[in-house]
């Protein structure tokens, strides 16, 4: 079957901002100011002990498009859409700033700089600019929260540090200290240029303006919906409190601060700016406050965003153990840096797969944000909450005037853009495997609050019901995964296509070939489309959800719909128990239509873990899975569970979902081993996946999925759900 994914679908006037030179500070008031700020913290720097360069983030763009993998690591905090690295101790001419920014023109990632704002510094007295590459082993180094550079040299002591203010600003701060013994006459600089694209329209998009405050980049209009998106109220800027003065030449520019600072021995300046990356006029006037804020007072901004980072960490790494804080802290980085706050038809902040991947950079995915959440709740209960209910903002309600049939679904995908505005990545055609019902369940349970549960529970209980309203086939209790009625499911083919993704599953062997039955109502009308078998994960997530819908109900006060959706869920357990495990091969499978028995021949595939995980298995069950999923010959390879058992004829350790390692899918096997009863399986084979996982316990970035005969990382790198499930299995553990 051709390779098909989710992956490749999309394709069939300014607001001052500021740079402060704060008053130079003696050496014995910076370390007395030092001292609150530790006592104010509690442990001051002491929580990010040890979680120095979790991800590497060194290196500098070659190119304003990234690869559709970009090899770089990015941080970003807060929901911005643009993101930075840091340079590496061998790029001389970029040193003293950080690396991009990398941003998101509405849907995908773009590199406006190699380091857009180059720090530096001009002593008056010599004539000469402080040469920061003389410091032969400066300190660059990414920290949760925080990116920093110090060098030493000259005499000088010269740091930068970069955080976010809030969800379209970073906030700089630039902290010079005189070590030397004889007083200096210092004036900072700023410098930059663009990194452009080789092609029009996007070549000619941006350009540079000098501004009172500093420099802004400003956007022609672009609506290039499949790589590049902008609009003339786009705006990158970069701007100073205290007075600076800006030239343009062409592609570069260069700020400097009209007053010299002038430093005794021991003393230091600090200067302060604010980088902000805006879609709409609207953002950066609503943005404003928090812009002033920061240039007014850096150091309380900086604490701000450091007590989070705290929390954050407090919560995450809780039962974690000290050998496996650093990933944990990385999983932790990565959810952060993927998050994205309002803009366009995206209504909620919550989580894209994978900032450094052009796919999914700018987006949010059904079953990606179920699984996303559910980790996120532990350190942020509210962007977890946001996560879910993003998708919710966009569920489909009886009064849709195109496609009421659907009323309760949830897309599968929502962008900045939607279809009915041009938006390509945008998808109707399908939805994902109803995992939301566990999120919310598990988001109530780790700080949610009651309220997100009445709100979420009725939205739930249309989501469960549109399964089986549109995707039961033959009214049997049995559900398929399916297309919906949408102009791009205009074949048979593309409805096939359709119902693959809807699995989450895209190129699964058991998909190869299927067939595709149209559901009709009543009268007659076609309501979508099923595949002709019935999934035993999507049946078996179907069961979980009763379950939790019954315990949202009793929580809500109401034992009755608790009682009834209960007894749902026995008789859909018996029906997956009877119909998709064989006895012979000791392994869950879908099934044939009208309650046909498994369907073996297309081999076993991971999502017959899936009963083990929902608690549909009886225990004889249970231990035939358990056999499969510890046998080396099947599931139990190097880098263990495949989404294909090694000794299948479509086993391919390099196919996507035809082999590789999915850590949400090993993560719901080996949760399922433990609550049956086999926790040496469930520990070793965590163990075991953590070890082997190419730079997963190095510095390298989470990635989508892994070669299970060597472990090494495959397709996108720094993946949220990934890194969810590290984060699971490490607190588990």
């Known amino acids: 079957m051709k390779h098909l994914s989710r992956r490749q679908f999309a394709a069939s006037s300014l607001v001052p901002l500021g740079a402060a030179v704060l008053p130079a500070v003696p050496a014995h008031a910076q370390d007395r100011a030092a001292t609150t700020a530790a006592s104010a913290h509690g442990s001051g720097e002491s929580f990010r002990d040890g979680l120095s360069d979790v991800l590497d983030l060194h290196g500098l763009p070659d190119a304003a498009q990234p690869p559709g993998d970009n090899p770089l690591n990015v941080f970003a905090d807060l929901g911005a859409w643009h993101a930075y690295g840091l340079p590496s101790a061998a790029d001389h001419a970029y040193l003293g700033g950080f690396s991009g920014p990398l941003y998101v023109a509405e849907e995908y990632p773009w590199y406006l700089s190699r380091a857009f704002t180059r720090f530096g510094l001009d002593d008056e007295r010599s004539a000469r600019a402080v040469d920061l590459s003389a410091d032969a082993s400066p300190l660059l180094e990414a920290r949760p929260g925080v990116l920093t550079q110090s060098y030493a040299v000259d005499g000088l002591c010269v740091t930068v540090e970069l955080r976010y203010a809030d969800n379209r600003t970073a906030l700089v701060r630039a902290t010079v200290q005189n070590r030397g013994a004889r007083d200096r006459t210092l004036r900072a600089h700023w410098t930059g240029s663009l990194l452009r694209h080789t092609s029009e329209p996007v070549r000619s998009a941006p350009s540079l303006h000098a501004t009172a405050d500093g420099v802004a980049v400003r956007f022609a209009e672009v609506r290039s919906y499949k790589d590049f998106l902008t609009t003339a109220q786009t705006r990158f800027v970069v701007a100073h409190a205290a007075p600076v003065r800006t030239t343009v030449h062409g592609d570069a520019y260069r700020t400097t601060a009209d007053r010299s600072a002038r430093l005794a021995p021991g003393a230091t300046a600090t200067f302060a700016w604010a980088e902000s990356y805006t879609f709409t006029d609207a953002e950066r006037r609503a943005g404003g406050p928090a812009v002033r804020e920061a240039l007014a007072h850096p150091d309380r901004v900086a604490d701000r965003a450091d007590r989070r980072w705290q929390l954050y960490l407090s919560r995450a790494l809780d039962s974690v153990a000290d050998g496996r804080r650093r990933v944990a802290a990385k999983a932790v980085q990565t959810l952060v840096t993927n998050w994205r706050s309002p803009a366009g038809e995206l209504r909620k902040d919550g989580i894209t797969p994978s900032l450094t991947n052009t796919s999914f950079a700018g987006g949010f995915w059904a079953w990606d944000s179920w699984k996303e959440a559910v980790a996120t709740a532990v350190f942020d209960p509210g962007l977890a909450v946001s996560t879910i209910e993003s998708m919710f903002d966009h569920q489909i309600t009886a009064d849709s005037t195109d496609r009421p049939q659907d009323a309760g679904m949830v897309p599968d995908a929502l962008f900045y853009n939607d279809i009915r505005h041009g938006g390509l990545n945008w998808n109707e055609r399908n939805s994902k495997p109803p995992l939301a019902a566990w999120a919310v369940w598990e988001v109530y349970g780790r700080g949610g609050g009651r309220t997100f549960l009445r709100r979420m529970y009725p939205k739930l209980r249309a989501y469960h019901a549109w399964w089986y309203r549109d995707r039961d086939h033959d009214g049997n209790g049995l559900a398929e995964y399916g297309a919906t ?249």
């Open 485 to 733: 009625v949408d102009p791009a499911n205009d074949s048979t083919e593309q409805r096939r296509l359709a119902a693959a993704w809807e699995s989450g599953m895209d190129n699964a062997p058991r998909f190869d070939g299927a067939q595709v039955l149209a559901n009709t109502d009543r009268s007659g009308h076609t309501v979508g489309y099923s595949l002709a078998q019935q999934s035993v994960d999507l049946n078996s997530f179907l069961y979980a959800e009763k379950r939790f819908l019954a315990r949202m109900a009793a929580e809500l006060g109401w034992p009755g719909e608790a009682k009834d959706l209960d007894h749902q869920a026995d008789a859909l357990r018996d029906r997956i128990r009877a119909h998709t495990y064989d006895p012979a091969t000791g392994f869950f499978y879908d099934c044939g239509p009208d309650g046909g028995g498994p369907r073996t021949a297309p081999g076993k595939g991971i999502e017959g873990a899936v009963p083990l995980w929902a608690g549909v298995a009886s225990a004889r069950q249970a231990a035939g899975a358990r056999a499969a999923l510890t046998d080396p010959a099947q599931f139990a390879t190097p880098m263990p569970l495949p989404t294909v058992a090694r000794d299948s004829p479509e086993f391919d350790p390099t196919g996507y979902w035809r082999g590789l390692v999915w850590l949400d899918q090993a993560y719901f096997a080996i949760r399922g081993l433990s609550d049956y009863g086999y926790d040496r399986d469930a520990r070793a084979i965590r163990e075991q996946l953590l070890q082997h996982a190419e730079g997963l316990l190095g510095d390298g970035p989470i990635r989508e999925n892994y070669q299970p005969l060597t472990g090494e990382g495959r397709n996108s790198t720094n993946f949220s759900w990934s890194a969810a499930f590290v984060l699971e299995m490490l607190r588990d553990g």
